[in-house]
């Protein structure tokens, strides 16, 4: 990391979870938000009451991810800096030192980072389907935010290297094996 000053929050105890209340908060603004848009017509017949609700919740899941949970249970951060010429620079960090973060909590962090842009995506297209285009924008302000939690912590994750670069590796080294396992079932079969 490029300052090593900050502290990630990694104690050495033999606890199942060292951080209960970040685990709490990385999941209550992002189910509270996706709970605020399946039921709010339950409770309200303002559309704008709902907007605001959902986008509230999402702003603080948004802020609450990035800036506290990342930090606290895998390690990782991200930010925007803009320099003095008015150029934007993107900072992907993780912790290199001490000890990492414990497996169940990054899982759960992981998994909620994961599951909760791919809801807001679903949601999208239930409304896209259903003409529902008011409760489309709220779903895209949803999907916006928790995927760009999800695309700077699998930056952060992977280090600079870019997100095409690995997926072009990725399907490079299936077609070989692929192209492997192929020339070895034809070669198994040939000398029968």
Same mark, same amino acid.
């Given at each position: 990391?490029?300052?090593?000053?900050?502290? !990630?929050?990694?104690?050495?105890?033999?606890?199942?979870?060292?951080?209960?209340?970040?685990?709490?908060?990385?999941?209550? &603004?992002?189910?509270?938000?996706?709970?605020?848009?399946?039921?709010?017509?339950?409770?309200?017949?303002?559309?704008? @009451?709902?907007?605001?609700?959902?986008? /509230?919740?999402?702003?603080?899941?948004? %802020?609450?991810?990035?800036?506290?949970?990342?930090?606290? /249970?895998?390690?990782?951060?991200?930010? #925007?800096?803009?320099? $003095?010429?008015?150029?934007?620079? %993107?900072?992907?960090?993780?912790?290199?030192?001490?000890?990492?973060?414990?497996?169940?909590?990054?899982?759960?962090?992981?998994?909620?980072?994961?599951?909760?842009?791919?809801? %807001?995506?679903? &949601? $999208?297209?239930?409304?896209?389907?259903? &003409?529902? %285009? #008011?409760?489309?924008?709220?779903?895209?302000?949803?999907?916006?935010?928790?995927?760009?939690? !999800?695309?700077?912590?699998?930056?952060? +994750?992977?280090?600079? +290297?870019? /997100?095409?670069?690995?997926?072009?590796?990725?399907?490079?080294? =299936?077609?070989?094996?692929? @192209?492997?396992? $192929?020339?070895?079932?034809?070669?198994? $079969?040939? =000398?029968?």
């Amino acid at each position: 990391m490029a300052d090593e000053s900050i502290p !990630l929050g990694f104690e050495d105890d033999n606890r199942p979870v060292r951080h209960p209340t970040a685990l709490f908060f990385h999941f209550a &603004f992002r189910v509270g938000s996706l709970i605020a848009y399946a039921f709010c017509g339950w409770f309200s017949d303002s559309f704008v @009451t709902s907007f605001i609700a959902v986008v /509230l919740l999402s702003a603080f899941d948004f %802020w609450t991810v990035k800036n506290v949970t990342g930090r606290l /249970l895998v390690g990782l951060r991200w930010w #925007n800096k803009v320099d $003095s010429e008015g150029i934007s620079q %993107w900072i992907f960090e993780s912790r290199k030192k001490g000890p990492g973060p414990l497996p169940s909590e990054s899982r759960l962090f992981w998994a909620g980072l994961i599951v909760c842009p791919a809801i %807001w995506v679903f &949601f $999208s297209f239930t409304a896209l389907i259903s &003409f529902k %285009w #008011n409760w489309l924008m709220v779903c895209i302000v949803g999907a916006s935010m928790t995927g760009s939690n !999800l695309y700077g912590y699998v930056r952060c +994750a992977q280090g600079q +290297a870019s /997100l095409r670069g690995m997926a072009t590796q990725y399907l490079g080294k =299936q077609v070989l094996e692929q @192209t492997l396992k $192929s020339q070895t079932s034809s070669s198994d $079969s040939s =000398q029968k």
